[in-house]
């Protein structure tokens, strides 16, 4: 426990923990009973982010002290940090495989700590957790409202600071790709809460474009859901016929200026590092090479596998999704 006795340690988790489920279900039960919510709900959500952020880094502190790989991913992701100390230009001297640069360079702020290594690698996919966390709650609460996004997000949040699996501890590339979608869906969920056309240049929905045009350099696979949540936030901008021509034109300009941001920033990167062959062979070509042993080598045949051969897992999955 590095240093914390486990008769403290457990319990100060499991009140953390009490806590957090407490803070989450008091302001629902308060809707439903129609009862005032009380002055430290309405002032702000700045005590739930630190009860929240305290939570998971407890129930993770042990993982943070493995002194092995949970994963050989994070072997490699730090390793490639280290490289990008030395040469920070994407795809010229990284093989970054199935998981593009954005996925690298979180880890670089460690450098100045002394802690490029498994602990400070967790504990930042613990903060890029948090920032999921926290983005997913600002996009319920825009929707529905203080007490359903304490309670939407709870199960998140128990599952992310209760799991062992090494799979969910340690430092995954998939754990940019998920803040990167919470970003772009709290930006458009803002925008569509109150039914109104954001301002082309609104820090939100410019952002939202930002954060789903990042998202290929961080994990192709994670494109699909970027890409339907982008046609979603346009059909939505395209279709208010309360609002004049003009102004949905400008606010889809918005999102496009946005979406464009990241990769003309990564184009004249790769420009002035003369990785463009790189980029195409060791990233894109590599991508699709991995994904052709499956889904799109033959999608049908693995489609028809999925869903008969784990039909009770798709239906479980499927029913909760739905609940």
Known sequence: MSGIPAALYWPGAAVALSGLLFVSLLPLAR???????????????????????????LWRWPAFFVTRPLDPDESQFIAGALTLLH???????????????LVYYPLLPLAPLGRMDFLGARVVGCLLIFGTLWFSYRALRAGWGEALARFGILPAACFFALSTHSQFVHYSSEHVSLLLLAVAVAGVLAAMAGD???????????????????IPFAKLQAVPPAAFLFLVAVIWAGTRRATALRARVAAIGGLLAGLWLVPLIFALLLTLGGSWENFWISYLAQNLFYADHGWVGAPGPQVRRFLFLNSRAFGALLAGSLL
Do not use: H, K
């Not at 109104?196 to 990042?214: D, E, I, S």
């Open 31 to 57: 809707e439903v009973w129609r009862i005032r919510e009380p002055r430290w709900i309405q002032q702000g959500p700045a005590g739930y982010a630190l009860l929240l952020l305290g939570t998971l880094f």
């Open 196 to 214: 109104r056309m954001p301002r082309a240049w609104q820090p939100g929905w410019v952002g939202a474009g930002a954060a789903l045009g990042a």
């Open 87 to 101: 040469d920070p230009m994407p795809w010229r001297g990284l093989e970054g495989q199935t998981a593009g640069p």
